[in-house]
């Protein structure tokens, strides 16, 4: 009786693995990686990344993912890249997996020029009106100016 009760305690263990757990752990596959101008960060959406020109490495059962490339002075490039896993056929019997584009190449534009900030004018502060000037006294050497408007200009 005890050895049943082992026996089917051990069975039940069995029974809680997933099936999942027998199955091979995915092999890594590297693709290729450049820039241009070279030397810029490469990134791929599934975490791994480099200095180009580089490979990165990627699981074999990935689905389609991307590479973004950072360079200093460049604008940032995300590049899509599509994944075609293929099965084995009676030749060959090993699936494949097939990266479009391979290898992955970012074309990095350099950012435009940055403008000085516009300086705003200074405004200049408006003259000060001119106080009127004393009358000149009636033993003054000087005439007072006279004011007048300036001739009309005829009409055309």
Known sequence: MIVVAVASLGLAGCSSLSMDSFKPAPKNVSIQ???VPPGADATSSL????????????????????VAFALPNYQ?????????HRPGDYITSQPTTVFDPNPVVGELQAEPPK?????????????????AAPAPAASSAFPAPQTTAPPAQPAR
Do not use: E, H, M
């Open 115 to 131: 403008r000085p900030a516009r300086r705003k004018p200074r405004r200049r502060a408006a003259p000060k009106p001119a106080a």
């Open 76 to 84: 940032p490039l995300t590049v899509p890249v599509q994944v075609t």
């Open 47 to 66: 975490g791994s990344s480099c200095k180009t020109p580089c490979s990165l490495s990627v699981p074999d059962n990935a689905d389609s993912f991307s």
């Open 33 to 35: 990686v450049d820039s």
